[in-house]
């Protein structure tokens, strides 16, 4: 079953802070959605806004300054057969939305528009006017069943913000004969 927990404290605590996770299980892997808040002064938003969508190797956060680093960004997958499982990846989101209490959702389809699992869906709520959020999402096992242009899709209280294509492809190497 999929776990919330929030963290205690308030936001004048410390400029960043980790506010939500929810676990989720991709394959035979879990998965957490990851929220770190950062309180943003004098910003008023009327409409959710995505400052980056990403796709990637790593995502690390550095302890001390809490900054990100982004590591490996990519939009290809490419396998030996199909079907194929992926080495484990990321989605790294960052993105500024109004205050009060609000619904994440990130899909990932195949060319189809099949999603290859349920949805990641958590409820978070944004203190004050307006407030920065990073998302991070690991992905581990994720299965493509065929070639062809997937997507990951990432809405925000039903709104869908951003989409980004995932090609995945055949290696072309031949195989040598075992004649």
């Avoid at 096992?141 to 062809?148: C, P, R, V, Y």
């Amino acid at each position: 079953m999929p776990e919330i927990s929030d963290s205690s404290g308030s936001a004048t605590d410390a400029p960043t802070r980790f506010r939500t996770t929810r676990h989720f299980f991709i394959g035979a892997h879990a998965t957490a959605l990851c929220f770190w808040q950062k309180k943003d002064y004098n910003l008023t938003v009327d409409k959710p806004i995505v400052y980056a969508f990403l796709t990637a190797d790593r995502v690390l956060r550095e302890e001390g300054s809490h900054k990100f680093s982004v590591i490996g960004i990519f939009s290809n997958f490419i396998l030996d057969e199909f079907p194929g499982i992926v080495a484990p990846w990321y989605i790294f989101i960052s993105m500024v939305a109004a205050g009060g209490d609000h619904i994440a959702e990130i899909r990932i389809s195949d060319s189809d528009g099949v999603d290859l699992f349920p949805p990641l869906v958590t409820k978070t709520t944004v203190d004050g006017e307006a407030s920065t959020y990073d998302i991070v999402v690991p992905v581990n096992n994720l299965e493509f069943k065929h070639e062809g242009i997937h997507g990951v899709r990432f809405a925000f209280d039903g709104e869908e913000l951003i989409r980004r294509a995932i090609n995945v492809s055949k290696n072309p190497k031949e195989v040598p004969n075992a004649d």
